[in-house]
């Protein structure tokens, strides 16, 4: 059986994203949820960094451009956040670039846009 990285970490982020569904529902835009669940983290005392700026680079030349996941939790874990009717590919893609992008392991894409449960998946790599 395969191990389950993170995972009483990765229980815990999705308790809160479950407890700032359970309270605002679905329809808000993604930065309220973004607002609520760095609420729900600091008083469920889960570790985060919200909207890190990460840093790219091409073939060894540093890019103007870069990437925001919306949260970096107990320092090696994306959330990724979304307010649509359904995860496509592209949200998934997106999750495997920050991914690449700091050398981690696992993100956590969550859809508050889903009605009548919050939805999400693990991504990992």
């Given at each position: 059986?395969a191990?389950i ?10 308790g ?30 889960i ?11 091409y073939k ?25 009717s ?11 670039n ?28």
């Amino acid at each position: 059986m395969a191990e389950i990285i993170y995972k009483e970490e990765s229980y815990k982020i999705m308790g809160a994203c479950f407890e700032v569904y359970k309270e605002k529902g679905c329809g808000f835009t993604e930065p309220v949820y973004q607002e609520c669940l760095g609420i729900e983290f600091n008083r469920q005392g889960i570790p985060f960094f919200s909207q890190p700026i990460i840093e790219l680079e091409y073939k060894g030349t540093k890019l103007e451009q870069f990437f925001k996941p919306d949260f970096v939790c107990f320092g090696s874990i994306v959330v990724e956040l979304k307010a649509v009717s359904k995860i496509v590919h592209e949200h998934r893609a997106q999750v495997l670039n920050y991914l690449h992008g700091l050398n981690f392991r696992l993100g956590l894409l969550v859809n508050f846009g889903h009605y009548p449960k919050v939805e999400y998946e693990r991504i990992v790599l």
